[in-house]
């Protein structure tokens, strides 16, 4: 049992290249998350998703597209990546039985990515 | 908006307590957790709490929470090297916010 599994774990990039992010989970979880870690900021949310096909804007969606094609797979897409966009990624996933219920949250180890 | 502050740094002996101090703003929070994220990983939940509880322990965790203040906080007890991590607080009202995290260093 893997858990969430985030592929590639380093990446370096070029400003104006662009690349996705993989994140997959075996756990059947209709909830899965994007976010990026940056120094003193703790986890910020990009995007996430409530289930297959769906998506919905987190607190810093600008500059990330993502898409749910699988309900194990969440992919997160950077079209033309700045500086800025260097970071930690995380991809996360829970199962949420009701809106008032507990929200545990799994993670992957994480992606690190340097735009110069 | 919601918001969730934690203390940048906390440095103990090996053998000590540690304690974590986090608050919030968000009245509705349902939900407080408290995360680990050990070095080059991703976080891990350690222990959550209820809001109509004032405190839970779990081995050497104790969480109080005082919500009239909005107040967390995460007690170590005996703490040991194996503790050093950086340890996030989230609360969780409409949506789940996470603190920038404690980075906590054990010296032996």
């Known amino acids: 049992n893997a858990g969430v599994t985030q592929t590639p774990k380093f990446r370096v990039l070029k400003t104006g290249q662009s690349m996705t992010l993989l994140c997959a989970q075996d756990?059947?979880?209709?909830?899965m998350y994007w976010y990026r870690q940056d120094p003193g900021m703790g986890l910020r949310l990009i995007h996430y998703?409530?289930?297959?096909?769906?998506?919905a804007k987190g607190e810093v969606p600008d500059g990330y597209n993502v898409s749910r094609l699988k309900k194990q797979n969440f992919l997160l897409g950077l079209e033309s990546a700045a500086p800025s966009q260097t970071s930690v990624y995380f991809c996360?996933?829970?199962?949420?039985?009701?809106?008032?219920?507990?929200?545990?949250?799994?993670f992957g180890a994480g992606t690190r990515l340097s735009v110069l | 908006g919601e918001d969730v502050e934690q203390s940048l740094f906390l440095s103990v002996r090996e053998g000590d307590s540690s304690v974590i101090n986090c608050t919030y703003t968000?009245?509705?929070?349902?939900?407080l957790y408290w995360y680990k994220q050990e070095p080059g990983a991703g976080l891990q939940l350690l222990t959550y709490?209820?809001?109509?509880?004032d405190m839970k322990q779990d081995q050497r965790l104790t969480v109080l929470l005082n919500k009239k203040d909005k107040h967390l906080s995460l007690r170590i007890a005996d703490t040991q090297t194996g503790d050093s991590a950086i340890y996030f607080c989230?609360?969780?009202?409409?949506?789940?916010?996470f603190g920038a995290g404690t980075i906590l260093r054990v010296k032996s």
């Open positions: 989230a609360e969780h009202g409409n949506k789940l916010v």
């Open positions: 998703s409530v289930g297959e096909g769906t998506t």
């Open positions: 996360a996933s829970s199962y949420i039985r009701s809106p008032l219920a507990k929200n545990i949250q799994y």
């Open positions: 968000d009245s509705s929070s349902t939900y």
């Open positions: 756990m059947n979880h209709e909830y």
């Open positions: 709490i209820f809001s109509n509880m």
